[in-house]
């Protein structure tokens, strides 16, 4: 088993900023990639930004610009800095990874338990 453990959410005004971080443990073999999504009320869990272990990352748009992923392979870490924040960023983020446990293993996705990030004066 894998248990991916998040922190750093909170409240924050807009304009501010909150890093988010996210350490993997368990059975780990290999992690194809790792990233965070987020799933605001009514609506369904998107992609927020997510980085491969080749360090090449994606980003939604909406992130675009004021977001940074960074991956620690050695130490099976992901963190999410946020800057800029805005209203419409307020979501539960979770926190993902793309686990091998061991060699010949498939893949399969692993998920944390969510950390709040709300954005609001």
């Known amino acids: 088993q894998v248990q991916l453990v998040e922190s750093g959410g909170g409240l924050v005004q807009p304009g501010g900023s909150l890093t988010l971080s996210c350490a993997a443990s368990?059975?780990?073999?290999?992690?194809?990639?790792m990233g965070w999504y987020r799933q605001a009320p009514g609506k369904q869990r998107e992609l927020v930004a997510n980085?491969?272990?080749?360090?090449?990352?994606n980003y939604a748009n909406s992130v675009k610009g004021r977001f940074t992923i960074s991956r620690d392979n050695a130490k099976n870490t992901v963190s999410l800095q946020m800057t800029s924040l805005k209203p419409e960023d307020t979501a539960v983020y979770y926190c993902?990874?793309?686990?091998?446990?061991?060699?010949?293993?498939?893949?399969?996705?692993?998920w944390g338990q969510g950390t709040q990030v709300t954005v609001s004066s």
């Open positions: 993902n990874a793309y686990v091998q446990s061991r060699i010949l293993d498939p893949y399969r996705d692993y």
């Open positions: 368990g059975s780990i073999f290999s992690i194809a990639s």
């Open positions: 980085i491969l272990s080749g360090r090449s990352a």
